[in-house]
């Protein structure tokens, strides 16, 4: 598989504190890759540096972000959305008052080609039933798990090369969780590359081609996502045994 984004020397400070500590990974073309550990390991603030949303006056972000090869460290959010490097917050992150159709539209904002938002649109409604009968109705009467689809949809819309989901399955019924992790082997099996950062680590090991166990900032594994479901490192640490 070609490389379609890869990290080398990662470092992400707050002042004085050190959250990320120089990592190596790479994302495959049309895989599945999962970043997984415990909270406060640095996967959050490993997904904004990649989406360029950590303000300079906040974090200082040093090492090299590769995009198809391109160095992109330096390219604003903006940019990184027009080229194809989509994130889907942590928290949905949905923009309550207003309506679902008026979410999934703005999730097209950079997109030129005006003509086929529709199609795309009738293609989250495909892989979300739930948000076409609430097409009208404000986002912020959707309940934890709709809000949640509502967010990967309006990323959707934008037509992403590579899909940043950060903690899709925070909050949500186990029942929903596996709906919400379904539609990610949906999507993936359509070609899309997906980065998923999760604290639920047999769900994200589980779906993943490849996986990276972060702790305090660095990473400490990497290998197959069915061959870390088995390692005794990641059994004992977040498996319970």
């Known amino acids: 598989m070609t490389t379609l984004l890869e990290v080398k020397g990662l470092d992400v400070s707050y002042g004085h504190i050190a959250a990320v500590k120089g990592i190596d990974f790479a994302l495959k073309a049309g895989e599945i890759t999962s970043l997984v550990g415990a909270n406060g390991a640095g996967k959050s603030t490993t997904l904004l540096a990649l989406s360029g949303l950590i303000p300079k006056s906040q974090g200082d972000v040093r090492g090299q972000i590769l995009f198809e090869g391109e160095d992109v460290t330096q390219w604003s959010a903006h940019k990184r959305v027009e080229r194809g490097i989509v994130q889907v917050a942590e928290g949905r992150a949905t923009l309550t008052t207003m309506t679902v159709r008026e979410n999934l539209e703005l999730g097209a904002y950079t997109r030129k080609d005006k003509g086929q938002i529709a199609s795309d649109l009738e293609r989250v409604f495909h892989l979300f039933p739930r948000l076409k009968e609430r097409i009208d109705g404000l986002a912020g009467n959707l309940s934890g798990g709709e809000q949640q689809m509502l967010a990967i949809g309006r990323a959707l819309m934008a037509r ?14 186990p029942i929903i969780v596996q709906e919400i992790f379904r539609i990610l082997r949906t999507i993936n099996a359509e070609g899309l590359t997906i980065f998923l950062v999760e604290q639920n680590v047999r769900q994200a090991l589980k779906i993943a081609q490849h996986g990276y166990v972060l702790e305090t900032g660095e990473i400490v594994l990497a290998d197959s996502g069915k061959n870390l479901l088995g390692n005794p490192r990641v059994l004992e640490a977040y498996l319970g045994g």
Request: net charge negative.
């Open 160 to 173: 992403p090369r590579v899909l940043l989901l950060d903690e899709p399955s925070m909050g949500l019924a």
